[in-house]
């Protein structure tokens, strides 16, 4: 059974081939054109050796004799050179050009297709990986795959090209002094060899050296704050310093054995050395009277001329290296998991007050981690609907899939009867509204921030919708107002970035809203200006509560208690504390607080 799941992976292209598989064919049209072209450059120097055998290899009479006895032989031989030259450099410039346009045609293709892809997966799958992660992919790697599509195969195509005619032409002069000519290359690949195999034994020693590094940075940043406070600098920098000499012998270790290599292997192979191998094996050869002296000068203008394409082929297979990282990067992100589309409804009205159920859902991550199991819940319209429980209970996951950020396992969740898997997302987005905890703004305006739901709002219904989140004041603060962009002259605060996100949702103006902790990252200002926006925002829509703090949301219409991932009880307050169980003792250990008016009159909505 390994065997044959070995021998399938082998059947499966790799990722750089899967990635440029639309290119494929004008690639490899590029990269034969531009090593025949590159040819076609090189028959000068063939022709600079034959007029020298025309000139110096007669036997008898002056220079300017045997210039008179073969001008017509010379003038073909400068002619054929000189169109030979350009008609190669117009074909390399057409394969340069094939696969420039190859490229932008790729590049289009990867940037459209990883935007569908995305538009298609879970928003939970953003929620657990950086933005960088998603960047890197969509712009890093795909910008390293256009040095690969633009250069890479044309230059392979030139390489390949110039030491191919190179080594023929050789042969075909003398085959003797060729194989003479081109024994320092293959030395130059044993030698080049046995050092990346001596590296590769440290290698494994070089990478967990940095890894070390990368942590004691990590921790000694991260733990500045303690470090200052308990004086234990000393301890902290010897940390470091530790790591870093570790790694200064790992690295040593690493690249000694390949640094002297490359030097040795490198000048085996430079034009110098090349030279003077056939310099002086071609005057024993003329000695010997195998070949005359004139026979030497095609060997000592082409052989050197073979170093500088195989180091250049070197050169760009240690690229390719990278290239083929960035392909598996972009191939993943373009086989990211979407969510499942079943028979879509198209443009379904829903009713003005739709009611949400959740029948017999189950979530888990994998086989392994189940995260919540068998949760039925019925959110009437015009209620409000409380979650709480311990940390790690599974609200917040709750609270997602309530929003779609990713699918159930088992089990389903219906907006007026249908799945939510049947609804395409802008109406699913029209009438479902959420306030989470992690805000996310783009970077854009104040005012497209606001508009990401309706970007046909006009001016006057984004104002109405900032002062309904109690913002609008310090949007008008900030240097150009709404067309301020966040990130740049928009430096907005926690609890002011809630706000604007709160202004999105009551823009859209959904009857369902899902808070998830709206208000646990603000301050108290910031706090109460939130809390008196929601509850302005919430009256008469149908109202889901993530709440740790039970004070808040003890007048809720059902107050649902989640523990390890299933409903535990439910039931409004008073009856809950009748019950004497789960909630009741959260009650008793959390204690009492009193609520803020906008805390209660949002609960009373």
């Known amino acids: 059974m390994n065997l044959n799941a070995e021998a399938e992976a082998k059947k499966q292209p790799g990722p750089i081939s899967q990635i440029l598989s639309p290119i ?9 054109l531009a090593g025949l072209g590159t040819m076609l450059t090189l028959v000068p120097l063939a022709g600079i050796a034959h007029i020298a055998s025309i000139t110096f290899g007669m036997q008898g009479g002056s220079i300017s004799s045997a210039l008179a006895m073969s001008q017509h032989e010379i003038w073909q031989t400068v002619i054929i050179s000189i169109v030979s030259l350009f008609i190669g450099l117009a074909i390399v410039t057409i394969g340069e050009l094939i696969t420039h346009l190859a490229d932008n045609h790729i590049t289009h293709h990867l940037r459209i ?14 929620t657990s990986r ?14 390293t795959l256009h040095e690969l599509t633009a250069h890479f195969f044309t230059t392979l195509g030139r390489s390949i090209g110039a030491i191919l005619i190179s080594v023929i032409y050789l042969f075909v002069m003398d085959w003797r002094l060729a194989i003479v000519a081109i024994i320092p290359f293959p030395i130059f690949f044993m030698v080049l060899g046995s050092a990346m195999k001596a590296s590769e034994t440290h290698m494994g020693e070089f990478v967990g050296g940095l890894t070390k590094i990368n942590n004691a940075v990590v921790e000694f940043v991260n733990g500045i ?4 406070a ?3 600098s000393g301890k902290a920098h010897k940390s470091y310093s530790d790591a870093v000499k570790s790694f200064v012998e790992s690295f040593l270790n690493f690249t000694r054995p390949l640094t002297g290599s490359m030097a040795n292997a490198n000048a085996i192979v430079s034009p110098v050395a090349v030279l003077g191998i056939v310099l002086i094996f071609g005057t024993l050869f003329v000695k010997l009277g195998w070949m005359t002296a004139v026979d030497v000068l095609p060997f000592a203008l082409v052989a050197p001329g073979i170093s500088v394409p195989l180091l250049l082929l070197g050169f760009i297979t240690h690229g390719l290296r990278n290239a083929t990282g960035s392909a598996e990067r972009v191939q993943a992100l373009l086989n ?23 029948e017999n859902m189950s979530y888990g991550y994998n086989d392994q981690t189940q995260v919540l199991s068998n949760i039925n819940l019925d959110l009437k319209p015009g209620t409000v609907t409380a979650v709480v429980g311990s940390s790690g209970a599974g609200k917040s996951t709750l609270a997602r899939l309530l929003l779609r950020f990713f699918d159930p396992t088992e089990g389903r969740i ?18 479902i509204g959420f306030v989470l905890q992690e805000v996310r703004l783009i970077h854009a305006s104040v005012r497209d921030n606001i508009a990401l739901g309706r970007p046909n709002a006009t001016q006057k219904e984004i104002e109405d919708a900032a002062r309904a989140a109690n913002v609008h004041e310090r949007i008008l603060e900030l240097p150009r107002g709404y067309d301020s962009v966040i990130g740049e002259d928009a430096q907005l605060s926690g609890g002011e970035q809630q706000r604007v996100s709160i202004a999105r ?7 369902i809203l899902v808070l998830d902790e709206a208000t646990a990252a603000a301050d108290a200002e910031n706090e109460v200006a939130i809390q008196e926006a929601l509850s302005k925002f919430a009256k008469g829509r149908t109202l889901l509560v993530i709440a740790h703090r039970l004070d808040t949301i003890m007048h809720s219409d059902n107050i649902v208690v989640v523990e390890n991932g299933s409903i535990e009880e439910q039931g409004t307050h008073q009856q809950l504390l009748d019950k004497n169980s789960r909630y009741a003792n959260l009650w008793r250990l959390g204690g009492y607080a009193a609520m803020s008016e906008q805390q209660e009159e949002l609960l009373q909505c």
């Open 113 to 126: 297709a990883a935007t569908k892809r995305l538009s298609l997966v879970p928003i939970g799958w953003f």
């Open 225 to 228: 704050p303690v470090i200052k």
């Open 24 to 32: 494929r064919a004008k690639l490899i049209l590029a990269s034969v």
């Open 414 to 431: 219906t907006l007026d009867g249908v799945d939510l898997r049947q609804i395409p997302t802008i109406d699913l987005y029209k009438n």
């Open 505 to 511: 949702a009551v823009l859209l103006d959904p009857p």
């Open 130 to 143: 950086a933005s960088g992660e998603v960047k890197q992919a969509m712009q890093d790697d795909i910008g």
């Open 230 to 232: 308990f004086g234990a």
């Open 336 to 358: 990211t998991p979407v969510l499942e589309q079943v028979n879509q409804v198209a443009k379904y009205r829903f009713s003005s007050n739709p009611e949400f159920k959740v």
